[in-house]
């Protein structure tokens, strides 16, 4: 089945020690997603690539960056996790930006300790 | 500043009973989606709305998009257990869709 699948589904880390989380798709769409879901919050958009152009929200701390080698893959590396990053991290799909579905991933959970 | 209010933010009912929650703005959209996601999961596309006024049927689920895109509505029949989630709404505007709180519904047996 088409899908969108997060590795790992949870992660633990260091205060401090950069990390990395996947995301690849089989659905061949053109726009991948990274939110950050904290308790009981709405979804929060950090960036997004359309095909290889990379869209970064103003609010999203330099700490978190994204890499999309293929069409297929996408990262998240946070370079120095802080406490505060601790939180859902979810990848989705689209055929283009803000509209249609969005396919989702299972998430990863992020916990800084 | 949410974009998207929902309400109520929690709600508990028995199986069998219905149930309807909100999603307001002050601001239109092109589209309208409803997500549900459980928990440890992301969520799950629902439905999506693209015409003022449009109703569509999930078979238990009823979506309603207003008259002038910027609310809508998910009303559930005869909740289950299974419907336990938290519902998301989501907004298409200029390229990008904004997220609701969600309201988390939690369907007793």
């Known amino acids: 089945d088409a899908m969108v699948i997060q590795n790992p589904r949870y992660q633990v880390t260091q205060f401090g020690k950069p990390v990395t989380l996947s995301c690849s798709q089989t659905?061949?769409?053109?726009?991948m997603y990274w939110y950050q879901q904290k308790s009981s919050q709405a979804p929060k958009l950090l960036f997004h690539y359309y095909d290889k152009d990379f869209n970064n929200e103003a609010d999203t701390p330099d700490n978190f960056q994204s890499r999309r080698p293929n069409t297929s893959f996408c990262f998240l590396d946070i370079r120095s996790p802080g406490l505060g990053d601790a939180a859902m991290y979810l990848c989705?799909?689209?055929?283009?930006?803000?509209?249609?579905?969005?396919?989702f991933g299972s998430g990863t959970r992020l916990t800084v300790v | 500043t949410q974009l998207l209010e929902q309400s109520p933010q929690f709600l508990s009912i028995q199986e069998g009973e219905n149930l309807t929650v909100y999603c307001n703005s002050s601001s239109v959209f092109s589209s309208l989606q409803w997500y549900r996601q459980e928990p440890g999961e992301g969520p799950v596309l629902l439905v999506t709305v693209v015409t003022g006024g449009e109703v569509k049927k999930l078979k238990r689920l009823t979506f309603q998009f207003g008259d002038a895109r910027k609310d809508s509505s998910l009303h559930i029949t005869a909740a289950q257990p299974g419907d336990t989630g938290l519902y998301l709404c989501?907004?298409?505007?200029?390229?990008?869709?904004?997220f609701g709180a969600g309201t988390q519904v939690v369907v007793t047996p």
């Open positions: 989501a907004g298409g505007r200029w390229g990008k869709l904004q």
């Open positions: 659905l061949n769409h053109n726009v």
């Open positions: 989705a799909t689209s055929t283009a930006p803000g509209t249609g579905g969005y396919t």
